[in-house]
């Protein structure tokens, strides 16, 4: 299968080299490109001073804008498979050809790299459990789709939902609403275990302070997509 690994970078200067390079010296043989949010530190400096295959955003269109770019680039490349990579180095490339090899035999449309199922490794904090446990459960309650770990950034797509996660992909914290979307238009989700690892630099997106902005707004956004995807 061509294969494209999408990695969104926002203000990743101290981990976005390591994090290509990871993945080039696991899996030289698949494509990537790094998708530059408009940031504000030296992520486009290193991209490109290194050569990385990078496209840079002139306005911050936030993750979901920026993992849709990645998709709008692997359906304009012909691409058979994509597959999410965080820019933060938490998603560890050797699990890559576990979640692509699902797509390969046809089981599944969309592969999820779950931390929730073997329990190894990073888990995140008490209160972030918690909140996936919600989310998850209410996802369930939505679409009947049964995914534990709703909210992981590290997943593989077939050349199906290529084409429609880029016209169709939710501005901000995706990942929930996207397998709800997914799972009403009848796509094969399957999770497959990973270990994940602690950002070593940098802020992540969602903080304390915004957890429970998120959680109300993910939580309408997954109730209002059962009847605007229908």
Known sequence: MK????????NEEEN??????????????????????????DT????????????????????GGTVQTGYKYALNNNYDCAVQLDGDGQHDPKYIKSLISHIEDGSADIVIGSRFINCEGFQSSNMRRFGIKF??????????????DVTSGF????????????RNYAGDYPEPEAIVSAAIHGAKIKEVPVIMRERKAGVSSISPINSAYYMLKVSLCIIFAKFFNE
Do not use: M
């Open 3 to 10: 294969t494209l690994v999408i990695i969104p970078a926002f």
């Open 16 to 41: 976005i080299l390591n994090t290509v390079s990871e993945l080039k010296e696991i899996c030289p043989d698949i494509d990537y490109v790094v998708v530059n949010d408009c940031s504000s530190d």
């Open 44 to 63: 486009l400096k290193i991209c490109r001073n290194n050569s990385f295959n990078y496209i840079n955003q002139c306005n911050n269109l936030g993750i």
């Open 135 to 148: 989310l998850s459960q209410l996802i369930k309650n939505v679409c009947g789709a049964s995914v534990k």
């Open 155 to 166: 997943r593989a797509v077939n050349k199906k939902y290529i084409e429609y996660y880029s």
